[in-house]
């Protein structure tokens, strides 16, 4: 049994940890899925249904980091997207020559929403019409 003062660290750590796990977990799925639906490799279409895996991707690892966090989840919200941020910008500036331009913008420019949208399904829901009561 892990000590009262240890739990809330150890969970934190944890739903960092998922939150990165959860990006190229959801990522490979959807190239699974890809193989079996027999999509052609390349053009704008695939990059279109990867782009959805990566925002899914986003929105997955955001809403596990906050679910699984027992104190802060909003917190925690910010830095799985600071987190995300700095792994997307190093990817946009590594991956600028290799896609379109709109593709690694879109990667780079959806990230705030995937989080928020993450974040919001776990917390943010709660919170809404009704939650006072």
């Known amino acids: 049994m892990t000590p009262g003062?240890?739990?809330?660290?150890?969970?934190?750590?944890l739903a960092v940890l998922?939150?990165?796990?959860?990006?190229p977990l959801?990522?490979?799925a959807g190239g699974g899925l890809a193989a079996i639906l027999a999509l052609p490799p390349g053009g704008d279409a695939r990059l279109g249904y990867d782009l959805s895996w990566v925002v899914l991707a986003g929105i997955a690892g955001s809403a596990l980091?906050?679910?699984?966090a027992t104190v802060a989840k909003t917190a925690h919200a910010w830095g799985v997207?600071?987190?995300y941020l700095a792994v997307d910008l190093?990817?946009?500036?590594?991956?600028?020559e290799d896609f379109p331009r709109w593709f690694t913008l879109a990667c780079l420019l959806t990230l705030p929403v995937q989080v928020w949208l993450g974040w919001?399904?776990?917390v943010?829901?709660?919170?809404?019409?009704?939650?006072e009561k």
């Open 81 to 83: 997207f600071v987190l």
């Open 18 to 23: 998922l939150a990165i796990a959860t990006i």
């Open 65 to 68: 980091a906050v679910a699984v």
């Open 5 to 13: 003062y240890l739990k809330h660290p150890l969970r934190s750590a």
């Open 90 to 96: 190093y990817v946009t500036a590594a991956a600028w």
């Open 26 to 28: 959801v990522n490979l």
């Open 120 to 122: 919001w399904l776990v």
């Open 124 to 131: 943010g829901r709660k919170r809404g019409v009704g939650a």
